[in-house]
């Protein structure tokens, strides 16, 4: 991206988490995705910023919307870029992950993006390996991209971040979204409430600074932005909800309870939705939902992020 002599710098060699960030190291990546966001928008959308560098994604866990941005990110920096298929891997047939940690590191890549079903596993490859690593989602701990473009998202939309009433609402206790965006808008002045039911909201919540709601009106009352979580049934042992039609009645998002939260209030969600558990489609899909724009920011963090790390790269 094209830079000038004041542009800041995030002097960390991987990124694992929002915890332990600085509000100002977060601006600065947030500063340079939005300079990515105008590269791509343009018809030439190749730089070579990471020319000559290797990144290897590597996900344990699917996810399509995560994966192909992080490759399309790599690729628009002019990385040679390799998606790691684990499903056809030796992790199936036996082999460790630091067995795999090594086997990377020996093949010399510059960066590895990690995606993985153990909160913790992306934090352990990191001390196995020489190269930069960036954390796409580990266990229900942090996911930390996630949280820059939700911010990033906010920001453009809401000219600041500082003084917002952001609602994170639904699947808190199994949403690594849901902590590293707590982390990441409380670190930048943001009002933070989380809203569910008790069976799906961590014990302890409140410690990490936020306001506590269990009933959606309330929660939405005065928000400035309403951000909706996916009811992660892969993460649950037993029935945290009596089904999904009661779950939409009572949490579900729709337009009726959309008017509790401010008139210029704005709709995010992750991804993946599923329409009609945790979000209405009318809502999903009306002039207040943010949704397909946090796709876009999402590769223009990618950018930022992968850019800002190969400055710390030897040989940068």
């Known amino acids: 991206m094209p830079q000038g002599p004041f542009t ?3 002097p960390r060699r991987h990124l694992l988490g929002v915890e332990g960030l600085a509000a100002s190291e977060i601006t600065a ?3 340079r995705a939005d300079a990515a966001v105008s590269v791509s928008r343009q018809i030439e959308k190749k730089l070579s910023t990471l020319r000559g560098r290797t990144q290897i994604n590597l996900f344990f866990e699917a996810s399509t919307r995560t994966q192909s941005s992080f490759e399309i990110a790599g690729k628009r920096l002019g990385a040679d870029v390799m998606n790691m298929s684990v499903a056809n891997s030796s ?16 093949m010399h890549p510059d960066i590895i993006v990690v995606r993985h079903h153990q909160a913790g596993a992306v934090h352990l490859l990191a001390r196995k390996v020489d190269c930069s690593v960036i954390n796409a989602g580990d266990g229900a701990h942090e996911h930390p991209t996630q949280a820059l473009l939700d911010a990033l998202t906010i920001r453009r939309n809401k000219g600041r971040i500082e003084g917002l009433v952001v609602a994170i609402c639904g699947d808190i206790l199994h949403s690594r979204v849901a902590r ?7 670190a930048l002045g943001a009002r933070v409430r989380v809203v569910g039911p008790s069976t799906l909201l961590p014990p302890a919540i409140e410690q990490m600074g936020v306001e506590v709601f269990r009933d959606m009106r309330s929660g939405l009352r005065d928000a400035d932005i309403v951000m909706m979580l996916r009811l992660q049934r892969e993460r649950m042992d037993g029935a945290f909800v009596p089904s999904a039609k009661e779950y939409f ?19 995010m969600h ?8 945790e979000i209405d489609s009318l809502v999903a899909d009306g002039a207040r939902s943010l949704i397909r724009e946090q796709v876009e920011m999402g590769v223009a963090v990618r950018m930022a992020v992968l850019e800002a790390l190969a400055e710390n790269l030897p040989n940068a």
């Open 91 to 106: 992790v199936k047939k036996g082999e460790t992950l630091i067995d795999t940690a090594m086997t990377l590191n020996a």
């Open 29 to 31: 990546l947030l500063d």
């Open 270 to 277: 992750p991804g993946p939705m599923n329409r009609g558990v």
């Open 180 to 186: 590293s965006n707590i982390l990441m808008l409380g």
């Open 249 to 267: 009645r009572f949490f579900g998002l729709d337009e009726d309870k959309l008017r509790f939260a401010k008139p210029d209030a704005l709709v």
């Open 8 to 10: 800041p710098t995030f």
